[in-house]
């Protein structure tokens, strides 16, 4: 019996299809930043805990050191550099969590930030952003990863701040 | 003036990279390198007996396996002692790859190079070491015992007795109305910071020159190491520092091995090479810190006032000594933070242990030295009957006493001589941050609810900023875009913000036209590093110096042109002006181009700045004697001594008695840095420590077992504090100004994460009534403590005055 040791697959990511020829081994996260070159995708601990390198896969939040790049075959995987948006000017506006962390000073070494971006962003577009966030739902966007910077303040305050910002948009 | 910064809460320039994935990490560099993988012991203590590797050499993609023997001239000798001192009697440090002996679980035995990282693993996997086993010597208490020695030649275990005393204290405790004695501990945590280390090298053959990035702090000394292991010139050796993923101490200790065998392989294999430390490397291999057993005479009279200390601390140094004893220094001089204490002596031994080495994690000894005083002064309120900010409060060093000496010698060599600060008004400042007060009827509220609830306090001073220098370049280019460079390096404190406000404020250009580069060495070679909190003070300092400089030349150039006075010109938005003359200016750039004689017209600025040029002056050469064309200056800041930052830090905890869950409801800072530059990046760093404080306090801890192995080297079993775990945070400002540096400014970046465990620890005491004598501390250990015959406790009443 032979062994398959690699495959090529195909996968959309950030809106692109890609295909890459990867072994049956590689970590999506891997695939993500070296065979695909998406570096904005981080590893900190590649044991599923510290969730830096959080991507969407169909707009899901997966830990991608937890999954296998042959897992996402045929899937869509956004990552931080496909989280802007359209302006519907034919331009591209970042997501409202990617100005709110600036405007909060919710990163310091940035080395988190993807997985926290990916991770809020999924959860405040996944709300009906007319409802104004409660504290249970910003402790829950932010709570299942890691910073070793900021002590969180910041980044719960900048989740407040795009609902806002969404919630005003959404009043328009 | 609309290009005054200084003191603004500027949003920082490096986050539009940064949240939008651009950032360039040390791991993002690189993409055709080959990957490197180390072997290391798994073993605490050992004698290395045979390397085998003939099982790796079928691995497709294996390029190279490198150990002890492969390592040639300077590199085959150990590694360097960065900071010796006297007192650092017995220093050890060891190879880039083990030589005989492996003295913790993590050391690098075997390199192994090959097309990716994957593969790499692969090999190492195959490599077959043999060891033989050695007796394993395992926290501070073992390491004082010395049943065992960790270095054959060092049988008690000691690598330093660092002391230090301000007068006789045996008889000024005999001479004591009360003395008390105890004994406490801290136990070992770590910097953590999200990125691990990494290191990438390219060697260029028809350059025989060296480029390297590396996940450090301390870019112009990894240079300065590599070119003397690799025995090349120094300028053939680039170090760069890129984005780097939080520091936070441990990236400040060089060369690491790493740093040194990456470059090696990329210049023997002729291509380029890069090793990422994954995260279990990074808890075996990397640094750690904190753990001390800290033993405490204090002498104090009637009311309270302390007459004398006498501390004696065991301090464990891990494995080897490359950083010396600064961690030990710094424990011994800021032990007594913001407190008059006639008569002080403490000794510091350093010992060894069969665990990774222990250099500075943020705090850097402080914390522990914290502790110490924080809980002694804890002790005295209890026993007097008094509030234990009351107790403080007699012992501060009052306002009208600076400088005060406190004759110590600090870790730079200089006297340790507090240059300003206001204790009584830090502590003015939390009690009332945190209503202290009427903490009483809280408490009463909490027991009517089944829970305990308990409020402690503590204090801290932090000498920051130390020398010997930091420097800053600023250019101002023909295009008006100003250019600025310090060697000291970033790993998320918003330096290129921080260094642009500055320069743009003292300039008169708007921020838009700087930047700022940081740890590069091909733009500025002279550099110490970061930490000690001294980024902003140093680099701060120079930076701002250069920019006067530029900004002198700019005027002198300027009034030539304008027919002016420099005195009477300012600048102000990238314009040179004579001040009341609408109209009688020129722009910074044109002044720039004007800087250089030689003017090829190669774009619109040099053809604009010929309408101001003079027919010149036959008589005189271009460039005058001392003078130097372009508009640029380069400046140093060297301080006499380190700068004196302060605050207060208080926590509530609340308990629940069924599950001895310890929550912090409440952690109040006050907190003095002097001059602030940029209140948002300050106050962010206060929240990222005190978040490494509670960490410290609560959860963070090395898990070794009696034979060296750590138990829980993962995130999922090292636990650093989710958002979950850290209490709102309230912060309280008070700024007094260093006498010391033009800019008035003082360190703020380890302050957060000092007083963490002292706080904390009088908190969960107040709460639970038993003496909390070891930090950190968990449920289960609440629970067996109130349980066991631990001594009671009581506090005074806080706020009630004896």
Redesign the interface.
Known sequence: MTVDLERTISITVNGVPREATVPVRRLLSDALRHDLGLTGTHVGCEHGVCGSCTVLLEGSPVRSCLVLAVQADGQSVTTVEGLSRSDHQGGQVLHPIQESFRECHALQCGFCTPGFLTTIAAGLDARDPSVEITEEEVEELVGGNLCRCTGYANIKKACRHAAETMRAEAGR | MTTKLFGEPV??R???R????????L??IG?DAYAAAFVRSPYAHARVVDIDVTGALDVEGLLAIYTYEDLTGPLAEPLPVLIPHPQLTHPRTGYPLAKDVVQHVGEAVVMVVAT???VAEDAAALIAVSYEELPVVVGVDAARAATHAVHDDVPDNVAARHHQETGDVEPALAASTHTISFTQYVERSAS????GKGVHARWDADDQALRVYTSTQASTSVRAAIAAKLQLSLEKVEVIAP????G?GVKIVHPWPEELLVPMAARLLGHEVKWTE??REHFISSAHERQQRQEITVGYDEDGRITALDVHIWHDNGAYTPYGIIIPIVTATQLVGPYAIPVYRVRVDSVFTNTVIVTPYRGAGRPQGCFAMERTMDRIAQERGLDRAEVRMRNLIQGDQFPYDQHLTFQDGRPVIYDSGDYPGLMAKLKALVDWDSFAERRAEATARGRMLGIGMAMYVEGTGPGPYEGGHVQVLGSGKVLVSTGLTS????HETVFAQLVASELGVPMEDVEVTTGDTRRFGYAVGTFASRAAVMSGNAVALAARGVREKALRIAAEVLEASPEDLEIDEGLVQVKGVPGASIPLRTVAVLSNPLRYAFDEAAKQATQFAGPGDDSKPPVAVGDAPGLEHTDYYSPIRSTFASGAHAAVVEIDPSTWEIDVVQYAVVHDCGNVVNP??V??QV??????GVGGALYERMAYDSDGQLQNA???DFL?P???E?P??VIDHQETASPLNPLGIKGAGEA?VIPGSAAIASAIEDAVGRRIATMPISPTELYDLVRSSADPVTNSQTGAMA
């Open positions: 949003r920082r490096e986050d539009a940064l949240i939008t994935g651009q950032g360039r990490y791991d993002d993409a990716d990282r994957y953590m910071p999200m990125e984005d780097v993923g939080g936070f994954d995260r790993q998320g404190q918003g948002m990046i106050e962010g929240h990222g420590g005190v978040a490494q993962s995130f999922m650093m989710y958002a979950s850290v709102p945070v957060g």
